[in-house]
């Protein structure tokens, strides 16, 4: 059973299937009635996957088909059991071969008008569909459609304030004057994703920044400033070593940096050199608390590659995330402690 009550006042129990759904698949795909095929790609036997499956079948907009990649579960019946009662669900089963390729099988193995990406242990509101479908009717010629969301934990609980879909141009995207839409939240053209050539099969980390950023430079996207994903954080997330992830996100812009230079478009250029001072200058911070759990732990190698990181990429801003977590440190060590209070008066 889902449940997501509290994050916009509603609760969606069990499943949904109706006439008007088993309907338009009849007629599957128009421009009046665009259909929507949903990826999960996955490698596990996601404790989560139920409610994830749950949250597509409780959609208002009847138009979606259901694809799960199968990328090397060690129990695909526990898969095949999942979609057994989803009229019209597929499971593409291949060898383990990451998140990217995975993705990029369901985009092969769908027919769908737009795409939408589900992870297999996150949940969409019910009006997600509907709300983004309709959005896109009104501007087709934009690329994607994205979103905001909330957070969750393990036990689906919405915690903290999530974030917003602000509008914003793709060259603020491309620039980092505003943070880009997240994987999760994207409705994406069938017809775009295709001719980008879908996800960079040579990134293992990184890879949605990747593919966010080619899709930025294929045109417009429209912002539905709703909550419609929930991202759940949990022990069992997907996530690479900060330092892994930080290179990978530089090697996604500098590829794009000389894409951008090798056809002469030097207005994108000049954008993703912004986008990538920014990726360094923020990320500075992050690599000094990292060099100081090594020295913590007396790990030689990972301070050594942190230090190497920064002194490369962004010198002068880890130097200044230093002397801000020294001051911190001094105000620290100065500050009395509840038992060093000053004394009271002195009595005559």
């Known amino acids: 059973m889902l449940s997501t009550e509290g994050t916009d006042g509603f609760r969606v129990t069990g499943a949904r299937l109706n006439n008007e759904r088993e309907t338009l698949l009849l007629g599957w795909g128009s421009m009046s009635d665009p259909t929507v095929d949903v990826i999960i790609a996955t490698n596990r036997a996601s404790p989560f996957l139920s409610e994830a499956l749950a949250s597509v079948r409780a959609q208002t907009w ?10 090397g579960c060690s129990d695909p019946e526990f898969l095949r059991s999942a979609v057994r009662d989803i009229p019209d669900a597929r499971i593409v089963r291949q060898p ?24 297999d242990d996150d949940v969409w509101h019910p009006g997600r569909l509907a709300a983004q479908v309709s959005a896109w009717q009104a501007a087709t010629d934009r690329v994607a459609v994205y979103c ?6 393990s036990d689906g609980t919405p915690f903290g304030r999530g974030w917003p879909a602000v509008q914003a141009s793709s060259a603020q995207f491309l620039g980092a004057d505003v943070p880009p839409p997240r994987i999760v939240t994207l409705l994406v053209r069938r017809t775009v994703c295709e001719s980008m050539g879908g996800f960079n099969e040579t990134f293992t980390l990184a890879e949605d920044n990747e593919f966010i950023l080619r899709l930025a430079q294929e045109g417009e996207m429209v912002a539905v400033d709703e909550r419609l994903v929930g991202y759940r954080r949990h022990s069992m997330n997907m996530s690479g070593a900060a330092l892994e ?48 759990a090594a020295v913590r732990r007396a790990d ?43 004394p009271g008066p002195c009595k005559r």
Do not use: C
């Open 62 to 71: 009847a138009g979606w088909r259901i694809i799960i990649v199968d990328d």
């Open 96 to 119: 383990p071969s990451g998140a990217s390729a995975a993705r990029n099988t369901g985009i092969r193995a769908g027919s769908g008008d737009l795409i939408a990406f589900l992870d």
């Open 148 to 153: 905001g969301g909330w957070y969750m934990g």
């Open 245 to 292: 992830g930080r290179l990978a996100n530089e090697r996604a812009l500098l590829m794009q940096i000389e894409s951008a230079r090798g056809r002469g478009d030097e207005t994108t250029a000049r954008l993703l050199r912004n986008h990538l001072r920014w990726v360094r200058r923020t990320s500075a911070p992050a690599s000094v608390r990292h060099m100081a």
């Open 300 to 342: 030689a190698t990972a301070f050594a590659r942190e230090l190497a990181w920064a002194s490369r990429s962004a010198p002068i801003h880890t130097l200044a995330a230093l002397a801000a977590k020294s001051a911190t440190a001094l105000r620290k060590a100065l500050r009395p402690s509840r038992g060093d209070a000053p």
